[in-house]
């Protein structure tokens, strides 16, 4: 976490263990993680903007999801 005048920044790893299905993936007991970012902006002691940004889809192919591209629809 940093922070600087009225903004603060803050990095963040979770993990846990896939221990229940999600959607149609079964559970595997694996280790999984996931990263994210937040930028917070305060104004007069209260919270003025919040930007996230976090690694969906690297915690989803933990999970055994796969990315492919979209088929062509004709």
């Known amino acids: ?11 963040l790893k979770g ?10 993936i079964p559970a595997s007991g694996e280790i999984v993680t996931q ?3 937040h930028l917070i902006t305060f104004a007069n002691g209260k919270v ?14 933990q ?3 796969e990315l492919k591209p979209k088929e ?3």
Do not use: C, H, P, R
């Open 1 to 11: 976490m940093v922070a600087e005048g009225d903004k603060v920044a803050v990095k």
């Open 48 to 61: 003025k903007e919040w930007w996230s940004l976090e690694d969906t889809q690297g915690f989803n192919q």
């Open 72 to 74: 062509n629809e004709k």
């Open 35 to 37: 990263s994210a970012m």
């Open 15 to 24: 993990q846990g263990i896939f221990k229940a299905q999600y959607g149609e």
């Open 63 to 65: 999970l055994g999801m």
